[in-house]
């Protein structure tokens, strides 16, 4: 437990926000049935923005405990590791179960009969704007990459890291863009068929997880740029570089079997 008088592992202090988030998500969910049911947004929007301002005074004081204050030793840092693994790993159960779902349904009888998607549902061309966004999204695994690789050099070139940081924040907004217009350019809404359905719901999700991971992406920058990193202390990034290669891998698939599988 005891090392050379310190104490391995971190000792938590008492914190408000576990318990304000808690309640913030609630009040999310209440919010969004009050919107679905009256169609009334202002209270979504408010719980909202105040989950966001919660969540950020929660990873300030994180920031400030690991950065400022050393308590993150290797004991921590190991202990957060494994907690980003099964995290990442209750996400591909997740999508696991869609994609169980899709897979079904591709060759039911009922479709293969009737065609898959349903005769009436014009699919998107795989090789238009998603073959792009797929572009797009794999180009800036390699861009966080090359930042990873330079931020592990003893003698990285910062300049050259904050670069390549910045480039994958900008392919994932572009990404979220692209989406977005694939939104507009679609012929089928959520309502038509399991199709639809699967549709929205997965690339919806995916969509979701690229907004999350482009705003940890964009915080991990200006960590960056404020000297919070260094080659044996990085475990912000290393959340965050994972956080990003599992979404570009769910992408993989997504493309394979929504769109080309159904084109």
Known sequence: MFKNGF?????????????FLSFSVFLNMLSALVYLKFHILIYMLLS???????FYMWMRDMISESTMQGMHTLKVQNG???????????????????FWSLGY??????????????????SLNPSTVPLLGTMILLSSGVSVTWCHNELMLSEGNLSSMKN???????LGMVFAAL?????FMS???????????????????????????????FIIFLRLKNYHFSSHHHLGFQAAAWYWHFV???WIFLYIMLYWGSW
Do not use: A, C, R
Not at 80 to 98: D, H, N, P, R, Y
Not at 105 to 122: A, F
């Open 7 to 19: 104490f391995l592992f971190h000792i938590v202090d008492e914190s408000p926000w576990p318990l």
């Open 48 to 54: 909202n923005m105040l989950s966001i301002l919660i």
């Open 80 to 98: 957060i590791k494994m907690g980003m693994v099964l995290f990442i790993t209750s996400e591909v159960m997740f999508f696991f179960s869609f």
């Open 105 to 122: 349904y591709m060759v039911s009888h009922e479709y293969i009969l009737s065609n898959w998607p349903l005769l009436g549902i014009m």
């Open 164 to 170: 390549s940081l910045l480039i994958t924040v900008i």
């Open 179 to 183: 989406q977005m217009w694939e939104y």
């Open 187 to 217: 012929t089928f809404t959520m309502s038509d068929g399991v199709y639809g359905s699967l549709f929205y719901m997965m690339t919806g999700f995916h969509g979701f997880h690229v907004i999350v991971g482009t705003i940890f992406l």
């Open 248 to 250: 570009d891998v769910v």
